[in-house]
């Protein structure tokens, strides 16, 4: 089972921040998604929404490209996880600074709800700049929006278990795994939001799952600087996914 972590960049602080994510660099995961804070994270949850107010003001393009080669150069993915409202008036400007910065490719949580009517002129532009676009969606999308997803991109999907980060409200997991598995076929499927413990883990593995995506779990950790419960949050993740 495959491993996303993510995180808000820089939370919370660049000195901070890179003290984290170098404690993870000898560690079995595949995947780490970057948060690009902005003043607008609508469809992140209270815990993650709360790091984009101060990854703003340390955030420095210079500093995110080092990050992403960093990380590159450990043979993990690394993918960038912005909402649209950054880029709406510019898309292939921002696209181009996140190919100059290294990144494998870019997860749109809002793409499909509050930017579905130019999806397809963002989806050309992500493409043009050699990068992937990350299909991402929840129980709540129409299935002919994620079949149409589906048909302009070709890498693995990213399905949100909640409504948001942070969120939980009662889930019936063997029935929404089933639904999204006939519509994505053998396309890999990483499942996050809400996810914080090994039982779900271990239940999402028997279900099916592809690989989990995990986020909030880390901020209380980071915003104490307790490198102990962050080490043994990163750990159990990963003798949970690859164990």
């Known amino acids: 089972m495959k491993l996303a972590l993510y995180f808000t960049f820089p939370y919370p602080s660049r000195v901070a921040f890179d003290k984290f994510i170098n404690r993870t660099l000898l560690l079995n995961y595949e995947y780490v998604e970057l948060g690009i804070p902005t003043e607008h994270p609508y469809y992140d949850g209270p815990i993650v929404r709360r790091t984009h107010g101060k990854a703003m ?15 590159r150069e450990k043979g993990k993915k690394v993918y960038a996880l912005a909402y649209c409202n950054l880029f709406e008036n510019d898309p292939d400007g921002f696209m181009s600074s996140m190919e100059d910065a290294g990144f494998d490719g870019l997860i749109l949580p809002d793409l499909l709800t509050d930017y579905y009517s130019i999806r397809k002129d963002i989806a050309s532009s992500v ?21 149409e997803i589906l048909q302009l991109t070709n890498s693995w999907v990213y399905f949100g278990l909640q409504p948001s980060t942070g969120i939980r409200v009662p889930l019936d997991i063997p029935s929404m795994y ?10 890999e499927i990483i ?11 271990k239940e999402l593995r028997k279900i099916g799952f592809d690989g ?21 949050q990163i750990k159990m993740l990963e003798s949970e996914t690859h164990g």
């Open 57 to 71: 003001e340390e955030f420095s393009m210079k500093l995110l490209e080092d990050t992403v080669h960093m990380i």
């Open 127 to 147: 493409s043009s700049h050699g990068l992937e676009l990350i299909p991402f969606f929840n129980s709540t999308t129409p299935d002919a929006s994620i079949n």
């Open 178 to 187: 089933s639904r999204i598995r006939n519509l994505c076929g053998e396309r």
């Open 191 to 201: 499942v996050g939001f809400g996810i914080n413990s090994a039982g779900t883990i």
């Open 212 to 232: 989990i995506a995990v986020g909030s779990a880390f901020v209380n950790s980071m915003e104490n600087d307790d490198q102990v419960a962050f080490d043994l």
